[in-house]
């Protein structure tokens, strides 16, 4: 079992809509989740991050913690054209090295 | 924010000859800094952590003397890759974790260098 697992995708909407990106992870013991974006050819920017139970909200962002789930998600409301990339979910197992997904392709539509 | 520099965001050149790559954290101290390696449409993977004054920790399959790397100091490493062959072609990225509070909880990344081996 992969340590952090996503859906490659592609994932497809159209410009407006909400889009959410989901991620699992395997480490019980993990305490901090990142959500980091990257445009092709570019460095990952970090977006959200999050450490406790329930939402977290940032501008059209929402990010999601389910730690008995062992679940993270990130919405994005009113996608523009410009969300367009790949969507790195992150987790830091023990503090000290960080751990990616594969990371979700998300195409939005104009 | 935080800011990580990488030189240089690109490199060409001839196989058998080596590279180096640096990491600059320019308004923090840098702890811990990482090294990633990415392939096309691929995710990050982990090649190595490295700890100001310490080895590096090298990822399984990774090879130490291939791919060196010093952190000098808090605010600087650097990724040789040596003896470069087309394989090691990839989008090389080091990230950073800081020392103190604010920018010891993420990663901030480097912009990345782009390897060409001819």
């Known amino acids: 079992q992969k340590e952090v697992e996503q859906n490659s995708g592609p994932l497809s909407v159209p410009e407006g809509a909400i889009a959410s990106l989901n991620c699992t992870y395997s480490?019980?013991?993990?305490?901090?989740f990142f959500w980091y974006r990257q445009y092709s050819g570019k460095s990952p920017e970090l977006i959200m991050f999050?450490?406790?139970?329930g939402d977290k909200e940032d501008g059209r962002f929402t990010a999601q913690l389910n730690k008995a789930s062992q679940y993270v998600s990130l919405l994005i409301r009113d996608s523009q054209p410009s969300d367009s990339a790949t969507y790195l979910c992150?987790?830091?197992?023990?503090?000290?090295?960080?751990?990616f997904g594969a990371g979700t392709r998300l195409t939005v539509k104009p | 924010g935080a800011v990580v520099s990488q030189h240089p965001s690109r490199v060409i050149c001839k196989s058998g000859t080596s590279v180096k790559i640096e990491c600059r954290s320019l308004?923090?101290?840098?702890?811990?800094m990482f090294w990633y390696r990415q392939f096309p449409k691929q995710s990050l993977m982990l090649m190595a952590t490295?700890?100001?004054?310490?080895?590096?920790?090298?990822e399984q399959g990774v090879e130490k003397d291939k791919f060196l790397i010093n952190h000098a100091s808090l605010t600087l490493s650097t990724l040789t890759v040596t003896s470069a062959h087309p394989e090691d072609s990839s989008f090389y990225i080091c990230?950073?974790?800081?020392?103190?509070?604010?920018?010891?909880?993420?990663?901030?990344f480097g912009s990345g260098t782009q390897l060409s081996v001819l």
């Open positions: 308004d923090f101290q840098a702890t811990t």
């Open positions: 999050i450490y406790s139970n």
């Open positions: 490295s700890n100001e004054g310490s080895k590096a920790t090298y």
């Open positions: 480490d019980r013991g993990s305490q901090s």
């Open positions: 990230s950073a974790r800081g020392l103190h509070r604010g920018t010891n909880e993420k990663l901030f």
């Open positions: 992150a987790v830091n197992p023990n503090n000290n090295d960080m751990r």
